[in-house]
């Protein structure tokens, strides 16, 4: 079968296949031929499987793991508007933390306002440029909401507070940073294979979340 995918309206394409098939050796073939037409590519890697195929064509390799360099910041507004960013966040939440009640919601989002407000970044647009918080600013933000809360209250923030603190001074931590990335070259391989398992839906949501903005 010959088939020019880039004489169709629309080349997106599913390669499917049993083990030993070919898919990954069809794959890698299709993306030396967007190479060749000059077409940027994004590769997903969660086994890391085209980090050769990434260095020998002079790619760009973003290895995100516990000890990597690269990571992507959960607050980092990527080039998106804050009110976007905001209502992502609200789906990115329930990743990392796990079931979010509607309560624990309205809090989080009040939390979030505020964290950003201490770094400058507002509803105005002038403002998103700047640099943004990141998981530490948001869990001392609730900190600081707990003290005053009522004692009903003070159970839902302290249920986000413990949570929250796997991913500033815990296991995950890794993500309390700014965001380390260059986005520059025609091949980009985000290799995530050394990621631990519990991390991989949290860093798979903001490497989307990141490539489709980019794109």
């Known amino acids: ?41 994004i590769i997903i ?21 516990q000890e990597s360099d690269t990571i992507i910041n959960p607050l980092d507004l990527m080039d998106r ?8 966040l609200m789906d990115l939440f329930p990743i990392m933390l796990g079931n979010v009640s509607e309560i624990q919601k309205a809090v989080l989002d009040k939390a979030l306002t505020l964290a950003y407000e201490r770094k400058g970044i507002t509803n105005d647009p002038k403002t998103w440029k700047r640099e943004p918080p990141i998981l530490e ?9 707990s003290k005053t809360a009522t004692i009903i209250e003070k159970e ?12 500033v001074d815990g296991v995950f931590s890794f993500f309390n940073k700014q965001t380390n990335l260059n986005f520059d070259n025609q091949l980009v391989g985000f290799i995530i294979g050394d990621m631990p ?14 490539v489709y903005m980019k794109m």
Not at 156 to 167: A, E, H, K
Not at 197 to 210: E, G, S, Y
């Open 156 to 167: 839902t923030y302290r249920s986000l507070i413990n949570r929250l603190s796997m991913f």
């Open 197 to 210: 398992r519990q991390a991989k839906p949290v860093n798979m949501f903001l490497i989307l979340d990141f």
């Open 81 to 88: 508007d804050f009110g976007d960013k905001m209502l992502s």
């Open 137 to 145: 600013d948001l869990l001392r933000e609730l900190e600081r909401m």
């Open 45 to 65: 890697d969660p086994q890391g499987e085209y980090s050769e195929l990434c260095r020998a064509h002079n790619g760009q390799v973003i290895e995100i793991s």
């Open 1 to 41: 079968i010959i088939l020019d995918v880039y004489g169709l309206p629309n080349y997106n394409g599913l390669v499917l296949g049993t083990s030993g098939g070919g898919k990954s050796f069809i794959v890698k073939l299709y993306i030396l031929r967007n190479l060749l037409k000059d077409i940027k590519t």
